[in-house]
């Protein structure tokens, strides 16, 4: 079956940009600058926190990868660039290249920004914890609002293995000086003593639950965003909860789940035998699902062009609405309850729970 409508998004649709800066930030991480020629910086236009995703075909085979993007979105019109804060991964193909390889005039194909771990710039209190190189798009989040609403104000909890291994040091020292009165910065260090007065160890859920009261009035903060590792996003949300922060307030962005601490997918219930139908960029096409085998996974067998980037359940890059029919997810780190409710699903961790099922990756 074939249908076509109107619309025309074309989500999995990657473009190629010239790498115009690859800049050390630390001894294993980098901030890779790609120019936007001015027919895609419409395509190209963020809120601060999106990412962009990478792909990579070497030795026959195709690796795509997340990347938040770390500059701040300071004028109307669409950015003539973007830049990622890239950090090497133990066996990450992407990041190894990146940072060994990866040169100024090199071209890398980029999927335009997406993700709903977002700041758009308002009045109000904003507060984020972050660990490692979660800090990136909290960086663009802090920068743009700072810099575009005197009404404002953010304080930025972070934490860090070592002041060597940190990434942004500057550039938030650089938001610390320039607006003292409406950014807050606290830096924790957990491998390094600091001096005296300032936060050392680890920012555990116990740790932030007696912390943050000393800081900031919670209850008058109006968004929190949590970006890092599974654990400590995990224990301060838990933190958050505990203070009777609302849900509703709280935004999380989880970067390396497979770190051992995240819970393991749930793969319970019978194979069922279901027919897919999906939408894509106005196209529909369906197609037996095979035992076993993701949504995702069916519609890239027939659709090479649709979205994904991790398949993981992280980067919500395979976003789609579930029309009809149910589905079972493995795991979700990227989807916010209301959007759940709202009925999408990611498509990267969907089985059948029914024997017809239909997406559309276009709403
Ligand atoms: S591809 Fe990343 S969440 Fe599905």
């Given at each position: ?9 074309h989500?999995?649709a990657?473009h ?24 895609l910086?419409?395509t190209f236009r963020y ?5 962009i ?57 980029v999927l335009p920004p997406a ?249």
């Amino acid at each position: 079956m074939a249908r076509t409508s109107t619309a025309a998004v074309h989500h999995g649709a990657f473009h190629p940009l010239r790498v115009t800066a690859v800049d050390r930030l630390t001894a294993d991480a980098v901030a890779v600058t790609f120019a936007v020629p001015p027919e895609l910086r419409e395509t190209f236009r963020y809120t601060p926190g999106q990412h962009i995703a990478v792909r990579r075909v070497a030795n026959g085979s195709e690796v795509r990868r997340t990347y938040s993007i770390c500059t701040p979105v300071l004028g109307a019109e669409g950015p003539e660039a973007v830049q990622v804060g890239v950090r090497l991964v133990d066996g990450g193909e992407f990041s190894t290249y990146a940072l060994k390889e990866l040169a100024v005039g090199d071209v890398v194909e980029v999927l335009p920004p997406a993700g709903r771990f977002t700041l758009a710039p308002r009045a109000g209190s904003f507060a984020a914890i972050v660990g490692g190189s979660g800090i990136t798009p909290v960086l663009s989040m802090a920068a743009t609002l700072l810099a575009t609403r005197p009404d404002a104000r953010f304080c930025l909890i972070r934490s860090d293995r070592t002041a060597a291994s940190t990434m942004f040091l500057e550039e938030v020292a650089d938001l610390k000086d320039r607006w003292p009165d409406r950014f807050q910065l606290v830096s924790v260090l957990s491998r390094e003593d600091q001096q005296a007065g300032l936060v050392s160890g680890r920012l555990d859920q116990e740790r932030l639950a007696t912390l943050l009261p000393t800081l900031l009035s919670v209850e008058s903060v109006d968004g929190w965003f949590l970006c890092g590792p599974y654990g400590l996003v995990q224990g301060a949300e838990q933190a958050l909860r505990a203070l009777g922060v609302p849900r509703g307030r709280v935004h999380q962005e989880i970067f390396h789940v497979d770190d051992g601490a995240s819970p393991a997918p749930s793969r319970s219930g019978p194979p069922v035998h279901a027919t897919l139908t999906a939408t894509l960029d106005g196209r529909s096409g369906s197609w037996p699902v095979e035992d076993g085998e993701t949504l995702l996974d069916s519609v890239l067998r027939h659709r090479a062009d649709a979205p994904y980037a991790c398949k993981g359940g992280v980067c919500g890059t395979c976003r789609a609405f579930l029309v009809s029919g149910e589905v079972r997810m493995d795991r979700n780190f990227a989807l916010e309850p209301d959007e759940v409710e709202a009925g999408y699903v990611l498509a990267c961790q969907s089985h059948p729970a029914g024997e017809e099922v239909e997406l559309d990756f276009d709403r």
